[in-house]
């Protein structure tokens, strides 16, 4: 009986490390002002992100690409451009552990391909909130306006997003906390 009881106590510390390795943390909710951004339908006439930078700013625009960074604390995100794929998105014998992170690709390439996106208040600020609804390398669409600043930097004024794809990753995946 002993034998039996310790064999199952390791058996859910092993379940349970496992489901934490290959899972992504336990989603927080959005604030109400986050939540008011997901969109309930798929915004068309999207763009990638390179072609939305080649453009120039915009006053309406839909940009579709990857999350390959979330600000913790604000809806703020990177979004990166759907021709550069994710570490080990093409080539599944990378084994990479932090695939969102893009370390396959040069600065120079990933640089080209981001788009800072920012959801803000009414005051200008970034919008606070726990989380996004969100998570990295989710496909996903946005709706804003596109500015340009005096350094040359894009950002996207996000009034909305709609989650495309959410891919399913391999289980060696390291999600941060």
């Given at each position: 009986?002993?034998?039996?009881?310790?064999?199952?106590?390791?058996?859910?510390?092993?379940?349970?490390?496992?489901?934490?390795?290959s899972a992504?943390?336990?989603p927080?909710?959005?604030?109400?002002?986050?939540?008011?951004?997901?969109?309930?339908?798929e915004p068309?006439?999207?763009?990638?992100?390179?072609?939305?930078?080649q453009?120039?700013?915009?006053?309406?625009?839909?940009?579709?690409?990857?999350v390959?960074?979330?600000?913790?604390g604000?809806?703020?995100?990177?979004?990166?451009?759907?021709a550069?794929?994710?570490?080990g998105?093409?080539?599944?014998?990378?084994?990479?552990?932090?695939?969102?992170?893009?370390c396959?690709?040069?600065?120079?390439?990933?640089?080209?391909?981001?788009?800072?996106?920012?959801?803000?208040?009414?005051?200008g600020?970034?919008?606070?909130t726990?989380?996004?609804?969100?998570?990295?390398?989710?496909?996903?669409?946005?709706?804003?306006?596109?500015?340009?600043?005096?350094?040359?930097?894009?950002?996207l004024?996000?009034?909305?997003?709609?989650?495309?794809?959410?891919p399913?990753?391999?289980d060696?995946?390291?999600?941060?906390?």
């Open positions: 009986m002993k034998s039996m009881t310790v064999c199952l106590f390791a058996a859910i510390v092993l379940t349970a490390c496992a489901d934490e390795r992504p943390p336990a927080a909710a959005p604030s109400a002002a986050v939540a008011a951004l997901v969109l309930a339908a068309a006439g999207a763009i990638a992100v390179a072609a939305a930078k453009r120039g700013p915009a006053d309406s625009i839909v940009v579709t690409g990857r390959a960074n979330i600000v913790k604000y809806a703020v995100f990177t979004l990166m451009d759907l550069i794929p994710y570490c998105e093409t080539n599944k014998e990378d084994h990479c552990k932090t695939p969102w992170d893009y396959c690709e040069s600065t120079e390439t990933r640089t080209k391909n981001a788009l800072l996106v920012e959801a803000r208040s009414a005051d600020k970034p919008l606070a726990p989380a996004l609804g969100l998570q990295l390398v989710d496909r996903v669409a946005v709706t804003g306006k596109l500015t340009k600043d005096e350094h040359g930097n894009f950002v004024l996000a009034s909305g997003w709609f989650r495309q794809e959410r399913q990753l391999p060696y995946v390291r999600w941060p906390q």
